[in-house]
């Protein structure tokens, strides 16, 4: 079983910096995508970026947004800069094991972390 663990959230003001971090264990990270996902009370969850299994192929929503990852350390990282409130949400990292790229659709992630809440001050 994939155990997905978040870390690096909390409370910022507006244009500053953080680095979100989900360690995966129980599986074979490296073969898997990866994606950062969040979600706002009342709201569907939406997908922010996403990673394939080498790095090689990534989507992101917006330009403030970097993901990657450490296959030596079954780690995806999300550094999100110039922080905006309407970045607050709760941030949530998913795994696809399925071969695939760096899948925009939420229905192909099977593994999921419990999140990690982001707040952004104005």
């Known amino acids: 079983q994939v155990q997905l663990v978040e870390s690096g959230g909390g409370l910022v003001q507006a244009g500053g910096s953080l680095r979100l971090s989900c360690a995966a264990s129980?599986?074979?990270?490296?073969?898997?995508?990866m994606g950062w996902f969040r979600q706002t009370p009342g709201n569907e969850r939406e997908l922010v970026a996403a990673i394939n299994w080498s790095g090689s192929n990534i989507y992101r929503t917006n330009s403030r947004i970097t993901i990657s990852r450490e296959n030596a350390k079954s780690t995806v990282y999300l550094q999100m800069n110039n922080l905006k409130p309407e970045d607050t949400a709760s941030y949530y990292c998913a795994a696809d094991s399925k071969p695939s790229g760096a899948s925009r659709d939420i229905r192909t992630y099977e593994y999921w972390g419990q999140g990690t809440q982001v707040t952004v001050s104005s």
């Open positions: 129980g599986g074979t990270f490296s073969t898997y995508a």
